[in-house]
């Protein structure tokens, strides 16, 4: 008993000790600077060389330093909880929008009121409330072996369940975002059951076990091992962008189109996007940066290496993204992805898409 | 702070003899050690406990828990069957024989422990893939398209299970290797004499001897196997590791995630109870007052080169191979080498800070209960957990111990706590060579010691240091070139601006830029070679002495 | 081969980086006799065991049993067919192995209750049948010996070489389990090599006890012989305390007595009968054992020394007068 004490003594001393030594670390060094230098501090889950150049030039444009925190969204989203009031964070970066509802859903987001966004921005890719914005767009479609199939026999996504198309399919894991929000949006417009059935259907028409990256499955095409694969369109893009002479020759054989979930639905989109942290302190600092992301010139660098489409319809297309075939967005809104992210993953379960 | 806490017990002890199981100031340290390095995965499992339900859970329990387990369960015993099979026959080769190159395989066989598991998962299946230059090599030169032939999946079970065990077999082979090199020379001799030809040696005196050491090893090896994400998810395997990140990402519940980890954590300490009881049964070694350096008998040619093809061929497919095709890929793709310096500034930094500390701790953890096989068995279960513990989770349980501070990650608490989960997680990789070390010294060693009035911190100073100085320096090589892999444990909680060379890697591959996260791998590896190789010369040391 | 072949070293050379080891020894260990072989650490004697026992190969010379050769310049027949016997100083029993499971490893040919059955009987034969599902680790330092004997013997082997089996067991225990387990040894018919340090142990407990220095054999022959008629000064201290004194030292009345010519002659203690009298004076006497040794002032202040039975109270400062055995003084410079 007294053993549990002391040592309960000893570890609070032990925390206390750390805590204490902690504080004033970091900020000591800006205070010698004649004037406080303005921060903003981004948790990002995204990480592009290009972004850092990007973020060099807002500093270098606005006298602001950028703290840079990159990680997984899950991770960004558990240690912004744990921080609680103490969070550093005033800008959230996510690469999909069930993440960014995550964020928003946990409370550790605020509004952003900004005439100059909400023109920038559609309607369908910024949140109802203006608690996060777009800033680019990331599309998920097939990649095929066009030898063997025609565009029209993939325009659909339930054309994946068909039987001539067994033993075609080649698909990464269930636990995927991008697979995730798909699914989102197939449960949002055909419910559970469907959506569940679709899944199977897709399984039972896959090539292989689900595994790799989605570059692995147009590779796979190229392979000969399978003739359809479920990828974003920027991996297929990147490919024929590749230094790589055989990158090159897997992105020529193959095409790539942006299906529909029934005619005239129009397409999946996802985003890129940001939220203004709860815990942000320079609203004006992060407007800025916000608005300075959906210039014409912060959006070539943030598509300039992801290949993602710019939200700006302005900006013009990163290089070799001209490939990428023109498509009708959904009107789903991009929360239903956040929404329906849980079950999504619990149906792919069921219906053993590993 | 501990050392402050040593002093004074050092102060309490030394007029009067405590009464052994009383408040002792001794048991402080330890205590403190042991609360440490326990905190964060008690603080995950325990929220995980109380909070771990609802819908998710549910669903795991009726339709995940029983396929992640068992998947889990038959990866650990592909790879344990692999690397018996690598380790064992090769550590008893290289004691026991001369062949043509045995001084360079002896150790080299170290090399892949600086090959982190997720960057060989990503060179292999880069090499084994349908698209990679293998099968491509197949289907040119027959003529087969992909489907019309058989060609092995690495991205299997057995496939993870292969990658998991090339990178992690040198444990069992540096614990196997010095068990065979210290056996006593003259009861291979009577085995011998008694007509036992080498096979019998191996299977009838050498291998029943050597195995409660080897399977010490193992379990080791199997709790960092178990613990596994990054190869694994890269596989695509539904093992309970993937699952915990499953149910944290796609389910949005970290608290699930840290209740399955404790299957995990479960799973790991049934294979430390069983190692433990396996080794209990069987007799212990006998010292050899008399034992001379090992004459290694000297094979025909045949063999000589057979030998030599085997151990060869082992270091093409566990570094060669997948070291080769990362370099080639870097090449192929000019990566740039740009901004790396604060990179490998970072990761050497963090790697020497989290390695002293975790050092310390072991160093702690083993003497502290020497003298106690109860405690023992506690302390090597408390640091088993963390070890078993996916990074991850223990990152977790950082963060819930952070929310009770109410303190922002950033700066120094940032580098505390990851320091801290450092020491949580790695402390049972350096118990062990500590506590190999310290099982071979003799028992009265800490009496005549006391005798001549050392004791305390004197005491650990002036003998137990100097004593268990082999097993310790190795510990804390090993600890190194671990965390200088761990991922992560230090995405989660690094400070701004500290990115590591095994982040970037990270961050390149989530992204399927595996061309760019050649060179940060690449550089892992290379820095995690200086202290593996000085921990093979210095092992080769220890052995010929 | 007869299991009641001698076992044969002729002219064996054997050399580590240039030290010779052994040097050109040729020794012949009877089949039913025990052979020692006596001498410091460092003078080859554990090499000679090793090249009978083929863990080492002979430079030159051979290795024989009966007629076989088992090491020549051509041929060597590797340990684990030689069928000889090895006992160890530390006994190097499997730890993990029972001491039935100990005795019977040699026994692989056999069906497994042949196995059994056989191992009992030399457990039995050797007094270990209570500690027969013992491990080694739980056995007293004499059980581990006498196991590791029941071990070397139970597979019949056609030799048994003992490396200082009975050094590392405590005095009081050694006499008891040598005379058990050399009794054992000896009843095997077999020849059997006692490699010792020990004097007395070679003396007691041999046939034929050869000595060796420095890689060399200096004298073999029967204990008494070496004892009463050791060759060189070397081999006579090997068993036993030998003192130097000048001829020109001895009392006169003794010089007729002792034979030779070099300016020294050596004897050993037992050589000087000592009892009441006068003549001498003892200067010192101290209790070893079951004997005292005596200091007695001599010519030209050189000390004779001398042991006498406890019985014979003679202390320091008594007068003695003192007779010679004149076989026990030595002259090694003929």
């Known amino acids: ?255 790539f189109l942006i299906p529909e979930f029934v005619e005239g639905s129009g397409s999946h989109v996802n985003i890129t996007g940001l939220a203004v942290a709860k815990t942000a302190d320079n609203l004006q600092l992060a407007e800025e940066f916000a608005a300075f992301l959906l210039t014409e010139n912060g959006q070539s660098y943030i598509t300039r290496d992801t290949k993602e489409l710019p939200l700006l319809a302005s900006t013009p297309l990163p290089d070799g993204v001209d490939r990428v075939p023109t498509f009708t967005p959904s009107d789903t809104h991009l929360d239903v992805y956040g929404e329906n992210q849980a079950d999504a993953q619990r149906l792919f379960d069921l219906a053993g898409w590993n | 702070m501990t050392l402050l806490v040593g002093i004074s017990a050092k102060r309490g002890q030394t007029r009067f003899q405590m009464p052994r199981f009383s408040l002792s100031p001794r048991i402080i340290p330890p205590s403190l050690i042991v609360a440490l390095v326990g905190l964060p995965v008690f603080a995950a499992v325990l929220t995980g406990l109380t909070a771990g339900d609802g819908a998710t859970w549910d669903h795991i329990l009726q339709n995940r828990l029983i396929p992640y387990t068992l998947t889990t369960l038959s990866v650990l015993f592909i790879t344990a069957i692999v690397m018996l099979g690598l380790a064992v026959p090769v550590a008893w080769l290289i004691t026991q024989y001369d062949f043509p190159g045995r001084a360079v395989f002896s150790w080299a066989m170290i090399l892949p422990l600086a090959m982190p598991g997720y960057v060989m998962a990503y060179a292999w299946a880069d090499l084994m893939g349908v698209a990679g230059p293998l099968q491509s090599w197949i289907r040119e030169s027959t003529g087969l398209s992909a489907r019309d032939y058989w060609f092995p999946n690495l991205f299997s079970a057995s496939g993870l299970a292969f990658v998991l065990a090339t990178t992690l077999f040198p444990y069992v082979y540096i614990i196997a290797r010095a068990a065979f090199s210290m056996q006593s020379r003259a009861s291979i001799e009577a085995a011998r004499s008694l007509g036992a030809r080498p096979f019998d040696l191996f299977w009838r005196v050498s291998l ?215 020491v949580s997680r790695f402390t049972s990789a350096g118990v062990e060579p500590i506590q190999a070390s310290l099982a071979r010294l003799p028992k009265n060693l800490d009496l005549a010691a006391q005798s001549l009035g050392s004791t305390g911190l004197r005491q650990f100073l002036r003998v137990d240091l100097p004593l268990i100085a082999p097993g310790a320096f190795a510990a804390a090589l090993i600890l190194f070139v671990e965390i200088l892999k761990e991922l992560p444990a230090t995405l989660m909680l690094r400070p701004f601006g500290w990115d590591t060379l095994a982040v970037r890697a990270h961050a390149y591959a989530t992204d399927e830029r595996l061309a760019q996260a050649t060179l940060p791998s690449l550089l892992i590896v290379l820095a995690g070679l200086a202290p593996v190789l000085l921990l093979s010369w210095r092992l080769g040391q220890t052995e010929r002495t | 081969m007869s299991s009641r072949a001698p076992l044969i070293a002729e002219t064996v050379s054997r050399s580590f980086s240039g030290n010779n080891a052994v040097d050109a020894v040729s020794l012949t260990l009877e089949p039913g006799k025990i052979t020692s072989l006596i001498g410091h650490s460092g003078s080859g004697k554990t090499t000679l065991l090793r090249l009978f026992a083929g863990m080492e190969r002979p430079d030159s010379g051979r290795i024989l049993s009966g007629s076989i050769e088992l090491s020549g310049p051509k041929s060597h027949v590797p340990i684990e067919r030689r069928r000889i016997g090895l006992v160890f100083q530390d006994f190097a029993l499997f730890p993990h192995l029972s001491v039935r499971e100990n005795v019977g490893f040699g026994l692989k040919r056999l069906q497994s209750d042949e196995r059994n059955a056989c191992a009992e009987r030399w457990i039995e034969k050797l007094g270990l049948s209570h500690r027969i599902d013992a491990y080694p680790h739980q056995l007293s330092g004499g059980e581990q010996q006498r196991t590791a004997i029941a071990r070397a ?182």
């Open chain 1, 1 to 255: 008993m007294i053993k549990t004490l002391k040592t309960l003594t000893g570890l609070s001393l032990l925390i206390g000790a750390v805590a204490a030594c902690s504080n004033p670390a970091e900020t000591t060094t800006d205070e010698a600077t004649a004037e406080p230098q303005k921060v903003l501090t981004i948790y990002s889950s995204r990480h592009y060389d290009s972004d850092k150049a990007l973020y060099a030039m807002f500093e270098a444009e606005t006298g602001a330093r950028l703290d840079v925190r990159e990680a997984g969204a899950s991770q960004l989203l558990e240690t912004m909880k744990a921080e609680g009031d103490q969070s550093p964070a005033d800008i959230i970066i996510a690469a999909d929008a069930g993440s960014l509802w995550r964020f928003k859903d946990a409370g550790l987001t605020q509004a952003l009121e900004s005439a100059a966004l909400a023109t920038a921005v559609p309607a369908t890719y910024r949140a109802s409330d203006n608690q996060w914005y777009g800033i680019a767009r990331r599309i998920r479609g097939i990649a095929y072996d066009p030898s063997r199939w025609d565009a029209s026999e993939l325009s659909t996504w339930d054309t994946l369940t068909q039987e001539d198309k067994a033993g075609e399919i080649c698909v990464r894991s269930s636990s995927n975002i991008y697979n995730l929000s798909l699914m989102g949006e197939i449960i949002h417009r055909y419910g559970e059951e469907s959506a569940q059935d679709w899944a199977t259907a897709i399984v039972s028409n896959m090539a292989r076990n689900p595994q790799g990256g989605d570059t692995d499955q147009i590779r796979a095409i190229a392979a000969g091992e399978c003739s359809i694969a479920i990828v974003n369109h920027y991996y297929w893009i990147r490919l024929g962008a590749s230094d790589s002479e055989a990158d090159q020759q897997v992105a020529a054989s193959t095409s």
């Open chain 2, 208 to 422: 029943p001897v050597a195995l409660p050491a080897i399977l010490g090893g193992l379990c080791l090896a199997l709790m960092e196997a178990a613990a596994d994400y990054g190869a694994a998810d890269f596989l695509g395997i539904q093992t309970l590791g993937v699952g915990i990140i499953r149910s944290w990402q796609s389910f949005g519940e970290p608290n699930t995630a840290a209740r399955l980890a404790l299957m995990l954590i479960l799973i790991a300490g049934a294979f430390l109870i069983a190692a433990r009881i396996f080794q209990g049964r069987r007799g212990t070694q006998q010292t050899s007052s008399r034992w001379q350096s090992q004459e290694r008998a000297k094979l025909s040619p045949l063999f000589g080169f057979c030998a030599s093809a085997a151990c060869s061929s082992i270091l093409l497919v566990c570094f060669a191979a997948p070291v080769f095709r990362l370099v080639w890929l870097a090449l192929e793709n000019s990566a740039s080498a740009a901004d790396l310096a604060p990179l490998i500034r970072s990761t050497l930094l963090l790697g020497a800070l989290g390695a002293a500390m975790a050092f310390a701790s072991a160093i702690i953890f083993s003497l502290s209960s020497k003298r106690s096989a109860a405690l023992q068995v506690a302390t090597r279960l408390i640091a088993a957990a963390g070890y078993a513990a996916p990074g991850a989770v223990l990152g977790l349980g950082a963060l819930y111990i952070l929310r009770e501070t109410g303190q922002a990650l950033s700066g120094s608490v940032a580098i505390g706590f990851l320091v801290w989960i450092y």
């Open chain 3, 153 to 334: 013997l139970a597979p019949e082997p056609v030799a048994i070489l003992l490396d200082e089996p009975f050094s590392g067991l405590d005095p009081a225990m050694r006499d008891q389990v040598r005379d058990a387990a050399l009794e054992a040894v000896r009843n095997a018919g077999i020849p059997s090599l006692l490699v010792t340090h020990d004097a007395k142990e070679a003396m007691v407990h041999s046939d034929k006890v050869a000595i060796i220095d420095r890689g060399k054999i200096l004298q073999t022959g029967t204990p008494e012989t070496l004892y009463n008629a050791p060759v060189s000064e070397l081999a006579a201290r090997a068993l036993g305390p030998v003192h130097q004194i000048k001829r020109s030292n001895l009392p006169a009345e003794w010089l007729s007595q002792v034979s030779g010519s070099a300016d020294a002659v050596a004897y050993r203690p037992e050589a000087l009968q000592v009892s009441p009298g006068s003549g001498f004076r003892v200067i010192r006497q101290r209790l070893a054992g079951a004997v005292s040794e005596i200091e007695i002032e001599g010519i030209g202040g050189e000390s004779l020394f001398a042991v006498c039975q406890l019985g014979s109270k003679i202390q320091s400062g008594d007068d003695v007068s003192v007779g010679i055995n004149p076989a026990l003084f030595f002259d090694f410079k003929e």
